[in-house]
């Protein structure tokens, strides 16, 4: 069973930076892909950004240029580097794998609260 675990959320002003945090029990090369998604209050959960076991990226359009997904694989961690954080970006923040092993599970964390003043 593959576990996640989330650390880095907070309250922040509105142009600050946070840095999200997400460990996985299980080596990082057993996961095809690694991302991240928030849920606002009243929304559905929707993709922020992600990256494949090759090193591909994607970026939803709302937080392209603020935002940087990475990872190292010494530690079996993936970030979500936020940058010039804005009121909207208020959500919990979720960490997402897919298992490359068929039938590709799909592993979530536990949540971590990211607030935006303004």
């Known amino acids: 069973q593959v576990q996640l675990v989330e650390s880095g959320g907070g309250l922040v002003q509105a142009g600050g930076s946070l840095r999200l945090s997400c460990a996985t029990s299980?080596?990082?090369?057993?996961?095809?892909?690694m991302g991240w998604y928030r849920q606002a209050p009243g929304k559905q959960r929707e993709l922020v950004a992600s990256?494949?076991?090759?090193?591909?990226?994607n970026y939803a359009d709302f937080v392209k240029g603020r935002f940087t997904i990475s990872r190292d694989n010494a530690k079996n961690t993936w970030y979500l580097q936020m940058s010039g954080l804005k009121p909207e970006d208020t959500a919990v923040y979720y960490c997402?794998?897919?298992?490359?092993?068929?039938?590709?599970?799909?592993?979530w964390g536990q949540g971590t609260q990211v607030t935006v003043s303004s």
């Open positions: 990256v494949t076991s090759s090193g591909s990226t």
């Open positions: 299980v080596s990082i090369f057993r996961l095809y892909t």
């Open positions: 997402n794998a897919v298992d490359a092993r068929l039938p590709r599970s799909n592993y």
